[in-house]
């Protein structure tokens, strides 16, 4: 089955497109974490002498500063070997089979059975 097209990207994304739509998501994430943390220590040991919003903003941006590193680097490494569609739907292709259903893996094993009770045999 020949790959889907891709659409708005057709060359894929550089690495630095790579290393921003990690950094948005790590913020994100952070900003989120930070605010659901920051919030929970102030309600439970109070704000400190700072008050409440330096204390949850500290907070916040703290997390949102290392989820946005982390993230950047691991979406730049994780995404860094990917091949070109065309280049993926020869590598599937020439690679050994992979178990799409069961009624394959099923065939296969009865196979694989039938051909070592014949190595047996001889």
Known sequence: MPPVPQQGHPAGLTV?????????????VGLTMGFL???YSILRGGAGPRGILPTLSQ???GSAATFSFFLAIGSVIRNDGELPPHLEAARMQLASPVMRTRAEGLS??????ALEKQRRAS
Request: net charge positive; no cysteine.
């Open 108 to 113: 296969n094993m009865r196979l694989q059975w």
């Open 37 to 39: 943390f920051g919030s």
């Open 59 to 61: 907070y916040m941006l």
């Open 16 to 28: 630095w497109q790579k290393l921003k739509m990690g950094a948005m998501m790590g913020a994100g």
